[in-house]
């Protein structure tokens, strides 16, 4: 029994300490359960970082991704027109010069032949309207343009491209007027003519070059010179100039004395219509010549550049 009692006496205090162990071992859980959620805040702080910063990096590549194609800015641009039907009529004479001077670079050459049958005739339209200063036509015009884009070839669309741009420097000239609507639309043609000239081919370099043909506009009126209306044009000139020439000769011949006259204001008359007839027949003939030589250096020039 002394044996039995003393190894529980042993024992106790053994006990003792195991409960003391768990009593101590149990802060120690607490603590370490405590750190836990310090741990997840900084993972959920670097998780929301890592998202920002990746949100951010995609937001900016996405205007490198999506450019803008040809179709969207012409629809763009026919927004530009979106004016009141007496907004050309109200600008000022010097602004009216600059769009008459816009409507000109829009339609100038070989329109139709570059642009295409469809194109090349709204072009010729649009540049009529902005001619008389009407704005609803010009944008019910421009509104189709958006729809023609597919059906373009890359050399009418290059063409297109290079009128455009031509067009609009002619309105960014036109400086700041009323709301700045004038510098919308220069800005629109100048970046739609940039995309659309972008793909520039060959084709319609070539085309200029061996056409050899130069634009003439008064007006309403367009003409078109080739080397061989430019030679006709100068054979013409000179059969012009040599009958004004020989016409002068003969009035010139016919003697002031051998004409009869009823009284002195019919002589008075008579002369002042002989000396009128001779001026105006030498200026011919000088405007014939000088005509003559203009269009023969018109046909080299267009030649050479032919070849």
Not at 5 to 28: E, K, N
Not at 50 to 74: G, I
Not at 123 to 145: F, I, M, P, Y
Not at 229 to 242: C, E, L, V
Request: overall charge neutral.
């Amino acid at each position: 029994m002394a044996s039995s009692s003393s190894s529980l006496s042993l024992l106790q205090p053994l006990h003792s300490l195991s409960s003391s162990t768990l009593f101590f071992s149990q802060p120690s859980f607490h603590f370490s359960s405590s750190l836990k959620p310090h741990k997840s805040k900084r993972l959920n702080l670097s998780k929301s970082l890592t998202l920002r910063f990746a949100l951010t990096e995609s937001d900016s590549t996405k205007p490198l991704e999506t450019e803008p194609t040809s179709k969207s800015l012409l629809l763009q641009l026919s927004k530009c027109f979106d004016l009141p039907s007496d907004y050309f009529q109200q600008l000022p004479n010097d602004l009216r010069l600059d769009l008459n001077d816009a409507a000109f670079d829009l339609s100038n050459g070989p329109v139709i032949d570059e642009c295409g049958q469809e194109l090349g005739e709204i072009l010729l339209n649009l540049s009529r309207a902005w001619e008389q200063a009407d704005a609803s036509t010009s944008r019910s015009l421009v509104e189709k343009l958006p729809e023609l884009e597919s059906s373009l070839t890359d050399g009418a669309k290059s063409a297109f491209g290079k009128r455009l741009i031509s067009a609009g420097k002619r309105f960014q000239g036109m400086g700041q007027y009323g709301k700045g609507e004038l510098q919308k639309i220069a800005k629109g043609m100048i970046t739609t003519g940039g995309v659309l000239s972008a793909n520039t081919s060959s084709v319609s370099v070539s085309n200029e070059s061996k056409s050899g043909t130069r634009m003439f506009k008064f007006g309403e009126l367009q003409v078109a010179v080739s080397p061989q209306k430019a030679y006709a044009g100068a054979a013409i000139a000179f059969i012009y100039g040599i009958l004004s020439w020989q016409i002068s000769q003969g009035i010139q011949s016919i003697p002031e004395n051998s004409l009869q006259y009823a009284n002195d204001n019919a002589l008075l008359i008579g002369k002042s219509l002989r000396g009128s007839l001779l001026a105006l027949f030498y200026a011919s003939t000088v405007l014939s010549g000088f005509t003559t030589v203009g269009l023969i250096l018109l046909a080299k020039q267009l030649s050479s550049e032919k070849e």
